[in-house]
């Protein structure tokens, strides 16, 4: 007998209704897990900030991501998604700082291990906003094998590569100019300083019988030198000489050097050699064994060394100097309309300062040349035209990584020094006795990140019938 009974459909779709019902069914049933047989297919999730939800950027990815691991199943593959988040270092101690500014309080308040302790439970509070979203968006990731930058696991395993990296002397500590940002208080590697055109002021300075042009007045307090190129006719006279200079402080002798990164046609084609300041002054520093005498601290103002400026934030520096220098005549003119590249902090804007700090630096070149001989071999493929080229241009002109950053929210970098002792260091994952302490720098985040490929895989290893996914 027929039922005269006709199902009534809803009007409108209700998703909220179904798709988390299904979702939890997908993973229930096992159905984002690698499989037991096939060829083995797997990507990394790129991690997103556990501090934040997703932005239209994630979502972006994690769509494309789910197409070609949900393609791959289809054709029989053994297939793993796996998922994580990222501490995000100084994002998030960024972030949180932020937040409590907004409550009357900065991170000064608080000593290391509170800070740390506050930033861990603001991410564990908010890092299930990113997973909940990238569930309801339908990502078939393996769940079961989330990991987030600052697991147990991972962190012994980064540590692993640094003390490894260290072994093979790959890794070494040096004094060496660094991008500071002076707000968020740590140093910044070359690829996260932004620059940006800006139109400055640039002072002719009365300096003994030169004229010399500076967009930064307010670091002559460091200056170690003058220079100009060696084969400047002009001045090739003073070349390994002393002169008298008026200063701000009083008359001062200083040497005039010959070097080559000199441009003779920039204003006079006479600079002041500043070596704590300016990346260019600081190698002609080290070619010529100059002083290295920082004027400006890592608070970002002036220090002990610049007599009645000390205390003044470098703007007001620069102008209470300017407005000096007129008042003795040392300034001849001034070009209102210079136009120069300034770095800035990508995270908070803040004019990046060029600062002397002793830091832990990876030498990239070792590494870099096996990279470009993979891809001369063709063992690595890049899709793309052009692709390549770009990847093997940058690989070349790269500089020796600062992997030392001066925030809590981190893996803390394991080196350890006898109380009072700075110079000398032990490189191990425990205190190697008494009367040692940690290193306080963390790890740079991409230290981590760059890893992340490897020690997720290597985190956990599950053995399935014999035989590991990176066996497969």
């Known amino acids: 007998m027929i039922s005269d009974k006709i199902a009534?459909?809803?009007k409108q779709y209700r998703p909220e209704l179904f798709e988390d019902k299904i979702y939890r069914m997908w993973e229930r049933s096992g159905a984002f897990a690698p499989a037991k047989k096939g060829k083995s297919y797997c990507i990394i999730m790129p991690p997103p900030n556990a501090n934040d939800p997703l932005h239209v950027g994630h979502a972006m990815f994690v769509t494309v991501e789910d197409i070609f691991i949900r393609y791959q199943r289809m054709l029989g593959k053994s297939v793993l998604w796996l998922p994580g988040t990222d501490h995000a270092g100084i994002e998030t101690q960024y972030v949180f700082e932020k937040n409590l500014k907004k409550e009357g309080k900065s991170r000064f308040d608080f000593d290391r291990e509170t800070l740390y302790k506050m930033i861990w439970d603001y991410v564990q509070e908010n890092s299930g906003a990113a997973i909940s979203q990238m569930k309801k968006l339908g990502a078939s990731a393996d769940w079961s094998r989330q990991k987030f930058t600052l697991d147990k696991d991972i962190v012994e395993l980064v540590t692993d590569t640094f003390i490894k990296l260290y072994q093979d002397g790959l890794v070494y500590k040096d004094l060496k100019l660094v991008n500071f940002c002076t707000k968020c208080g740590t140093a910044f590697s070359n690829l996260e300083v932004r620059h940006k055109e800006t139109k400055a002021s640039l002072y002719y300075l009365r300096y003994g019988?030169?004229?010399l042009a500076t967009v930064r007045p307010e670091t002559k307090f460091g200056d170690a030198a003058v220079a100009v190129h060696p084969k400047d006719k002009r001045y090739q006279q003073y070349i390994g000489k002393e002169i008298e200079v008026e200063g701000l402080l009083g008359k001062f002798k200083i040497k005039v050097i010959g070097d080559e990164y000199v441009d003779p046609e920039f204003g006079t084609g006479v600079v002041k050699v500043t070596p704590a300041h300016d990346q260019n002054d600081f190698e002609a520093g080290k070619r010529h064994g100059l002083e290295i005498k920082q004027?400006?601290?890592?608070?970002g103002r002036l220090n002990e060394k610049t007599g009645p400026y000390?205390?003044?934030k470098v703007l007001q520096a620069r102008?209470?100097?300017v407005e000096d220098l007129k008042k003795k005549g040392l300034i001849e003119k001034i070009d209102e309309n210079y136009q120069h590249s300034a770095g800035v902090c990508y995270r908070c804007g803040t004019t990046i300062e060029p600062l002397p700090l002793s830091q832990f630096f990876i030498k990239v070149k070792p590494l870099t040349e096996m990279v470009l001989q993979a891809l001369k071999e063709k063992k690595v493929k890049i899709y793309g035209s052009g692709h390549e080229k770009i990847l093997k241009h940058w690989l070349k002109n790269l500089y020796d990584w600062n992997i030392s950053r001066q925030i809590v929210w981190g893996i803390r970098i394991p080196v350890w020094y006898k109380s009072g002792e700075k110079r000398e260091f032990v490189v191990c994952k425990e205190c190697p006795g008494k009367g040692y302490v940690?290193?306080?720098?963390?790890?740079?985040t991409w230290f981590?990140?760059?890893q992340w490929p490897v020690i997720t895989l290597r985190s956990g290893l599950r053995v399935r019938e014999g035989r590991t996914l990176l066996d497969q």
């Open 295 to 299: 004027v400006i601290g890592f608070d």
């Open 310 to 312: 000390q205390g003044l």
């Open 448 to 450: 981590s990140s760059a």
């Open 8 to 10: 009534v459909m809803d």
């Open 209 to 211: 019988p030169f004229t």
């Open 319 to 321: 102008e209470k100097v």
């Open 438 to 444: 940690q290193e306080t720098d963390t790890f740079d």
